[in-house]
């Protein structure tokens, strides 16, 4: 079946540091968001980009389809941005998001 | 504010009972998926149904049952309760044509 890896499962930062999370996955891409799960459970998005690169302020994601991975980028991390962050994917004629386990952010001030 | 409603926010409940979570997706998204967010499971895909009619069915339990009305407002119906179900349950969104999921701000359920 389709598979989605996160890693690192956990990052623990110093505030202002930067970071560089990644997701793999292992099929065709229709579909590729990254959500940031703050304290409170609500699923934040982030981005969606099946392909290409965006920025949003400190920010950004790019995802390389041919070779199946997507990179999300944190810059000058600040406290706000701990949390857990998902990558989920989708792929060929289906539509479902298919999950990853996640990456725990902690970012120390 | 992704647009997509979840009511009620937060749910306890006893074992053996049973419970309805509603979802009011974007304004014209045709399209509605319940996901369950649990410890031991993380986020898993439940169902998604498509301008009325279930499209798509991934694991959920026969306990379980979904439907979508002609407003395009879903409802989740979970019976039996176990202590297990107790999870976050989200509803998403996508608009016709996109691929791109708008999530509710979820349910906590919380079974005793």
């Known amino acids: 079946g389709i598979q989605v890896e996160q890693s690192p499962p956990d990052l623990i930062l110093q505030e202002g540091a930067n970071s560089t999370l990644r997701c793999n996955f292992s099929d065709s891409v229709n579909n590729l968001q990254w959500f940031h799960q703050n304290p409170w459970g609500q699923l934040i998005n982030l981005f969606y980009i099946p392909s290409g690169t965006k920025q949003n302020g400190r920010l950004s994601a790019t995802t390389v389809a041919t070779e199946r991975y997507s990179l999300l980028y944190i810059s000058s991390s600040q406290t706000t941005d701990s949390g857990v962050y998902f990558c989920a994917y989708s792929g060929g004629s289906n539509y479902k998001l298919t999950f990853g386990k996640g990456t725990l952010l902690t970012v120390n001030p | 504010d992704s647009g997509v409603t979840q009511t009620p926010k937060h749910l306890i409940t006893a074992t053996g009972q049973r419970v309805t979570l509603r979802c009011s997706p974007r304004s014209g998204d045709l399209s509605v998926y319940w996901y369950q967010q649990s410890l031991d499971q993380g986020l898993q895909f439940l169902i998604q149904?498509?301008?009325?009619?279930?499209?798509a069915k991934g694991n959920i339990l026969e306990r379980f049952s979904a439907q979508q009305f002609p407003d395009l407002h879903s409802e989740l119906n979970l019976s039996s309760l176990e202590l297990g179900d107790s999870a976050l349950y989200f509803c998403a969104s996508s608009p016709l044509g996109s691929t791109e999921a708008f999530f509710g701000q979820g349910t906590r359920l919380t079974v005793v």
């Open positions: 149904y498509y301008n009325g009619e279930e499209r």
